[in-house]
């Protein structure tokens, strides 16, 4: 079983930056790729960027990905969502994912363990 927590979501204004942090715990052989989504309200959950075991295999939303930037030490069961130039329509739920398979996919039914979400908020 593996536990999943995010946290350093908040209320910020428009054009700022702000960091998620998410950390995996339990059972290490199920700890491979991590990701993250989000949902807004209303809205169905969407792919933001996931990161490989090793930390060498990125993919990421091609939307975001000029603003957004996920971060992962070899093998570590931490990850970062490095967030700027927030806008109001990024407001949203963000959960984090982890899946056994060490590489890094957008599906997320291929995710196992996931976490409650933290929320962003970004103000006009």
């Known amino acids: 079983q593996v536990q999943v927590v995010e946290s350093g979501g908040g209320l910020v204004q428009a054009g700022d930056s702000l960091r998620l942090s998410c950390t995996a715990s339990?059972?290490?052989?199920?700890?491979?790729?991590m990701g993250w989504y989000r949902q807004a309200p209303g809205k169905e959950r969407e792919f933001v960027a996931a990161v490989s075991w090793g930390g060498h295999q990125i993919v990421s939303e091609r939307t975001l990905q000029d603003r957004f930037t996920i971060d992962r030490d070899y093998g570590a069961h931490l990850i970062t969502l490095q967030m700027n130039s927030l806008r109001p329509d990024d407001s949203a739920v963000y959960y984090c994912?982890?899946?056994?398979?060490?590489?890094?996919?957008?599906?997320?039914?291929?995710?196992?363990?996931w976490g409650r979400g933290t929320q962003v908020t970004v103000s006009s």
């Open positions: 339990g059972s290490g052989s199920e700890i491979g790729a």
């Open positions: 994912a982890v899946r056994k398979d060490e590489m890094a996919v957008t599906n997320p039914t291929l995710y196992t363990y």
